[in-house]
């Protein structure tokens, strides 16, 4: 019986414009930036800090020497903050509507310091509430110093939730990301990024 519902940030709860990140990190002299950008994982300093392995200021000071001139910490959220399409309120709907049934609500995202200043503000649904509000807990791959598909970090959150993973479905829009889970005996979801899951999701739950 499922009680825990994991879920992904990006291309799930939040519809996802990865073409707009890479614009804006292009505007910044990153000319390469559709190379070192993934929606999935990244990779070099990119990876290193939703890796947690370097601080938002570090990457800050990276990405200038890249580019080849300083940038400011605000150019740098509001280039990764571009990855942020919009956030359809039928998803918010259901992550309440899924706590209100007793469900545990739970996000796991390979995520970084950028993406939750928006994320983790009260602009982040338009409302007045940030995330924290629609979910239980939050494991964050830069503060947990883990990333998705790692078998360690799917490991983690079941260990601090104290449940078995026959008993979690998690959703996420990447392949691999939902094989690792499946592979340790989670039940899992894999809509693309910014379908429709809710209907997909109740029929797993059976409600």
């Given at each position: 019986m499922i009680r825990t519902i994991i879920f992904d940030l990006g291309g799930v709860v939040i519809t996802l414009d990865p073409q707009q990140?890479?614009?804006?990190?292009?505007?910044?002299?990153?000319?390469?930036?559709?190379?070192?950008?993934?929606?999935?994982t990244q990779s070099g300093i990119f990876g290193d800090l939703e890796n947690g392995l370097i601080s938002a200021?570090?990457?800050?000071?990276?990405?200038?020497?890249?580019?080849g001139h300083e940038v400011t910490h605000q150019q740098c959220a509001y280039a990764w903050q571009g990855y942020a399409l919009f956030v359809p309120q039928r998803n918010l709907d259901c992550l309440l509507k899924l706590r209100k049934d007793g469900y545990r609500v739970l996000?796991?995202?390979?995520?970084?310091?950028?993406m939750m200043e928006w994320v983790g503000s009260d602009q982040f649904d338009g409302q007045g509430h940030s995330v924290d509000y629609y979910f239980d807990t939050l494991y964050l791959s830069y503060r947990?110093?883990?990333?998705?598909?790692?078998?360690?970090?799917?490991r983690r959150v079941?260990?601090?939730?104290?449940?078995?993973?026959?008993?979690?479905l998690f959703i996420d829009d990447g392949p691999r990301n939902v094989a690792a889970a499946s592979q340790i005996g989670m039940n899992t979801l894999c809509p693309e990024?910014?379908?429709?899951?809710?209907?997909?999701?109740?029929?797993?739950?059976?409600?």
């Open positions: 990140a890479v614009r804006r990190f292009e505007e910044l002299g990153l000319a390469d930036a559709s190379e070192r950008l993934n929606s999935y200021e570090d990457f800050r000071r990276e990405l200038g020497k890249l580019v996000l796991l995202s390979n995520t970084n310091p950028y947990m110093k883990l990333m998705k598909p790692s078998e360690e970090i799917f079941l260990m601090e939730e104290q449940i078995a993973p026959e008993e979690c990024n910014g379908e429709d899951w809710t209907e997909e999701l109740y029929e797993k739950l059976k409600i």
